[in-house]
C-alpha cells in the first residue's frame, strides 16, 4: 500500500514539473515580458537558471502581475477561486444526488423502456454545449418565466456565493446537467456490474427483499467508483465553468481566465492554467488514492 | 473529453482492432462477389447466397440487415449526411444577403421570407446557419481527424518503443491532458490570432492526447505478436513496424476514435467561438451565431439561439452515436 502511494505520488509530481515547465515554455513565448515582471531586474541568464527561479517564486506564491487589473495574480486567484469552487462544489453535489438514483433506476430496468429514455435524455445532455443549454435556461427560466436571476451571484466570497439560491440556481443547473451526463453512464454501468455480483445473488438466496438487496448491496458497492469519477472528471467540470461563468457574469476562476484571454493579460492566463493544471492533478491523485483507500481488493494488490 | 476516451479505452475492447478491421457491418456483402465470381459455392452459407439473383436486388436486403445490426448508427449517419446537404448543398438553392447591413430589418422574428428570422443587423439566421455549419463542420472533421493522426503516430511509436521513450512520452501527454483543452485553446488563440487554419490546427494540437492512450496500450498488446517479432527478425525497420503492421492493426479503435475527436472538435471550435476567440469576424460559425444571440437574449429574440444550438447539439450527438455504434460493431467481434 505504502509503496504504491509512493509511486502514485511521484509519479504524479513528475506530472506537475511536465506542467511547469509547459507553462514556463509558454511564459517565455508570449509577449509583454510577463516572465521578465516575476523574475526581477537581476534574473540569471539561461533556460533552466531562469525555469529554477520562475519555480522559486512560483512555490512563494508569485504567479506574476495582471496587467489589465493592476494587481497580483494571487490576490485576483484568492478572490476569484473561493467563489470557483462553491459553484462547482454545489453543481457536483447536486449531480451525485441526481446521477446516482437514475444510474440505479437504469441498471434495474436494463434495456428497458425507462433505461432507453434516461440513455437519450443524458446523450442529448453529453451533446448539448454547455453554452446551449445556459442560455436556453436563461431564455426559458429568466427572461419567460422570470423564476430566476439571469446572472449568477454578484456577492464575494464563498458564502456570499451559495446564499444568493436565486441567482445561483442557473449556473449550477447548467454545470449540473453536464455532469449528470458524464457521471451517469458510469454509474449505470458500474450498477449493472454490481447486479451481477455473487454477493447480490446471496443476499436475494437469503431472502432479503429488493429494497434492501439494492440499498446495502448494490448501491454501497456502485458508489466505489464514484471518488474516481469526482477525481478523473475535475478537468471537463473545470472547462464548463469557464464557459458557464462566462455566460453568467459570474467572476470566478473560468470568468477571470476568459476574460484575461480575451484582453491578452498573459500573467493572468498563465497564473491559472498553472493552478488548474495542479488541481487538475491533484483530482487524479485523489481518485487512484481514494480508490485504492475504499476498496481492499485494489490496496492488497498494490502491495 | 476523458470521459468519452476512457470509455472507448481499453475497457471498450484492447487488441480487438486487429480483428475489428474484418468485422465491419459490410464484410458479408464485401465477401459475398467475390466467392459469386469463382465455382459453386459450397458449404451451408453458401446456399442462401445463390438463390439471390444480383447485386442490385440483394441491396435492400443488405440495407436491412445493417439497419437492423446498429439502428442507432445508421440513425447518425443519416443525421451527419442530412445536415452536409443543409449546410453544403442549401446555398445553392437559397441564397439571401448575408453581406450587407439592414438595420431596419434586425432582429425580425421568424416569417415568410426569413423562415428563422433575422440577427440584430438583419441578416438571415437560416442563410447563416447554413453558411456557419460549413465553417463548424469542416474545421472540425479536419481538426478531428488531424488529432486522431496524431495521437495515434504518437501512441504508436510510444507503445512501440516501451521503456524509457514510452514513460517520457506518455508523462508529457498526462501532462497535457492535466490542462484541460479549453484552457490551453484560450491560451494558443490569445496569443496567435485565430483565423481558420490556427484554430483547425490548435484544435488538433490540444486534443490528440486522449488517442495517443488508447492506441499506445493497444501498440503495447501488438508489438509482441508474432507477426511483428517476425517483422523484426526479417530485418524491418522500426518505422515500417509503426506504421504498416502496429497503426493498421490498431485502425478499429482509431476508427471509432475519430468519430469522438470530430464531436468533440465541433463541441470545441463552436465553444471557442461563442467566447469570441474562435471564428472571427466576417466569418461565422454556430458558436458565433449564439454569441450574438445572447447580446439579445432579454428581448427574449429564441431564433437567434434556438436554430444554431440544435445544430450543434444534432451533429455532436450523431458523432457519438457514430462513435458508439462503431465501437459496439468493432466490440462485438469477440
Keep these: 500500500m505504502t509503496a504504491y502511494l509512493a509511486r502514485r505520488v511521484l509519479q504524479a509530481l513528475v506530472v506537475l514539473v511536465v506542467v511547469t515547465l509547459i507553462v514556463y515554455a509558454l511564459l517565455t513565448r508570449v509577449p509583454g515580458s510577463a516572465l521578465g515582471a516575476v523574475l526581477g531586474p537581476h534574473a540569471a541568464s539561461g533556460f533552466l537558471p531562469r525555469y529554477f527561479s520562475w519555480l522559486n517564486q512560483v512555490l512563494h506564491g508569485n504567479l506574476g502581475f495582471s496587467l489589465l487589473h493592476n494587481e497580483p495574480v494571487s490576490t485576483l486567484l484568492a478572490a476569484s477561486l473561493p467563489r470557483t469552487v462553491a459553484l462547482t462544489g454545489t453543481a457536483v453535489l447536486l449531480a451525485l444526488i441526481v446521477a446516482i438514483p437514475v444510474g440505479m433506476l437504469q441498471a434495474v430496468n436494463k434495456n428497458k423502456l425507462v433505461d ?38 454578484q456577492a464575494p466570497g464563498f458564502v456570499g456565493v451559495i446564499t444568493d439560491w436565486r441567482d445561483l440556481t442557473l449556473p449550477v443547473l447548467t454545470l449540473a446537467l453536464l455532469t449528470i451526463a458524464l457521471f451517469s453512464r458510469y454509474l449505470r454501468s458500474s450498477a449493472i456490474d454490481s447486479l451481477a455480483q455473487d454477493y447480490v ?12 438487496v439494492l440499498r446495502r448491496h448494490v448501491l454501497r458497492n456502485s458508489l466505489l467508483p464514484v471518488v474516481t469519477l469526482i477525481g478523473l472528471t475535475v478537468p471537463q467540470i473545470l472547462a464548463g465553468a469557464v464557459v458557464v461563468e462566462s455566460i ?40 487512484d488514492v481514494g480508490y485504492a483507500l475504499l476498496d481492499p481488493r485494489v490496496r492488497y494488490a498494490g502491495r | 473529453m476523458t470521459a468519452r476516451d476512457v470509455e472507448s479505452g481499453p475497457g471498450g475492447g484492447p487488441a480487438r482492432g486487429s480483428k475489428g478491421r474484418h468485422a465491419g457491418p459490410a464484410s458479408g456483402p464485401f465477401l459475398a462477389p467475390a466467392r459469386a465470381d469463382g465455382a459453386e459455392p459450397a458449404g451451408g452459407t453458401g446456399a442462401p447466397r445463390g438463390r439471390r439473383p ?53 432582429n425580425l422574428s ?3 421570407g426569413h423562415l428563422l428570422g433575422t440577427d440584430p443587423d438583419g441578416l438571415d439566421e437560416l442563410g447563416l446557419l447554413m453558411a456557419g455549419g460549413q465553417i463548424s463542420l469542416e474545421v472540425g472533421v479536419a481538426a478531428g481527424v488531424l488529432a486522431a493522426v496524431l495521437g495515434s503516430l504518437w501512441g504508436a511509436v510510444a507503445g512501440y518503443l516501451g521503456g524509457a521513450a514510452d514513460a517520457i512520452m506518455m508523462r508529457v501527454v498526462d501532462a497535457g491532458i492535466a490542462i484541460p483543452t479549453l ?4 491560451l494558443v488563440v490569445s496569443v496567435f490570432r485565430p483565423t481558420t487554419w490556427v484554430l483547425m490546427l490548435a484544435i488538433a494540437a490540444t486534443s490528440w492526447l486522449g488517442t495517443a492512450r488508447l492506441v499506445r496500450a493497444e501498440a503495447l498488446t501488438l508489438r509482441t505478436r508474432d507477426y511483428v517479432q517476425a517483422v523484426r527478425a526479417m530485418g524491418g525497420t522500426g518505422s515500417r513496424v509503426v506504421l504498416r503492421h502496429i497503426a493498421p492493426n490498431a485502425l478499429g479503435t482509431i476508427t471509432v476514435n475519430v468519430s469522438f475527436q470530430i464531436a468533440n472538435a465541433i463541441l470545441v471550435l463552436a465553444t471557442l467561438s461563442f467566447l469570441n476567440l474562435g471564428v472571427q469576424s466576417p466569418g461565422s460559425d454556430w458558436g458565433d451565431m449564439i454569441a450574438s444571440g445572447m447580446q439579445e437574449i432579454y428581448n427574449g429574440y429564441w431564433w437567434q439561439i434556438v436554430p444554431a444550438g440544435v445544430a450543434i447539439c444534432l451533429v455532436v450527438v450523431a458523432f457519438t452515436m457514430l ?12
Design chain 1, 116 to 153: 432507453h429514455v434516461l440513455r437519450a435524455l443524458t446523450l442529448l445532455c453529453y451533446g448539448t454545449p454547455s453554452f446551449v443549454l445556459g442560455s436556453v435556461l436563461i431564455l426559458v427560466f429568466a427572461v419567460k418565466l422570470k423564476w430566476f436571476g439571469g446572472e449568477g451571484p
Design chain 1, 201 to 212: 445473488r446471496t443476499a436475494r438466496a437469503k431472502g432479503a427483499g429488493e429494497r434492501r
Design chain 1, 248 to 287: 453568467f457574469n459570474f467572476q470566478g476562476m473560468g470568468y477571470q481566465l476568459w476574460y484575461a484571454a480575451e484582453n491578452h493579460d498573459f500573467p493572468v492566463v498563465l497564473g491559472f492554467t498553472l493552478v488548474i493544471g495542479v488541481g487538475v492533478v491533484a483530482g487524479s491523485l485523489l481518485a
Design chain 2, 54 to 106: 444480383s447485386r442490385v436486388a440483394r441491396l435492400p436486403g443488405q440495407l436491412r440487415a445493417v439497419i437492423s445490426a446498429s439502428p442507432l448508427g445508421c440513425l447518425a449517419g443519416l443525421i451527419l449526411v442530412g445536415v452536409a446537404v443543409f449546410c453544403f448543398g442549401g446555398p445553392l438553392v437559397y441564397h439571401p444577403d448575408l453581406v450587407h447591413v439592414h438595420l431596419a430589418l434586425g
Design chain 2, 110 to 112: 421568424p416569417r415568410a
Design chain 2, 183 to 186: 484552457v490551453l485553446l484560450l
Design chain 2, 323 to 334: 462513435g458508439d455504434a462503431l465501437r459496439d460493431r468493432i466490440g462485438a467481434d469477440d
